[in-house]
């Protein structure tokens, strides 16, 4: 069963920065990436990486997160520099697999203080 597992999450003042990381058992996937919620809101895309390497960003962290893989761990990761209050929430790890729905984390918190 493939199973995304996320860690990374925790408190930061803004400014600050975090890594996120997601570890996917298996062998063969398709696009990763991550979506987050907020309190009280549904949740919304983050960012996106394909098999080769390219990635796509939502408008609000473009410029601020950075998302990358290393397929030889089978793992994805968000650098979230700059972060803001707004960017509170949990935060997702997907993954797409071929011929499979796709498979999602159970979620990490994290909290930006103002």
């Known amino acids: 069963q493939v199973q995304p597992v996320e860690s990374g999450g925790g408190l930061v003042p803004a400014g600050g920065s975090l890594r996120l990381s997601c570890a996917v058992s298996?062998?063969?996937?398709?696009?990763m990436g991550w979506y987050r919620q907020a309190p009280g809101k549904q949740r919304a895309w983050v960012a996106t990486?394909?098999?080769?390497?390219?990635?796509n960003y939502a408008d609000s962290t473009k410029g601020r997160f950075t998302i990358s893989r290393d397929n030889a761990k089978n793992t994805v990761y968000l650098q979230m520099n700059s972060l803001k209050p707004e960017d509170t929430a949990v935060y997702f790890c997907?993954?797409?697999?071929?011929?499979?729905?796709?498979?999602w984390g159970q979620g990490t918190q994290v909290t930006v203080s103002s």
């Open positions: 997907f993954v797409d697999l071929p011929y499979a729905p796709r498979r």
């Open positions: 298996g062998s063969v996937f398709n696009a």
């Open positions: 990486i394909g098999t080769s390497g390219n990635t």
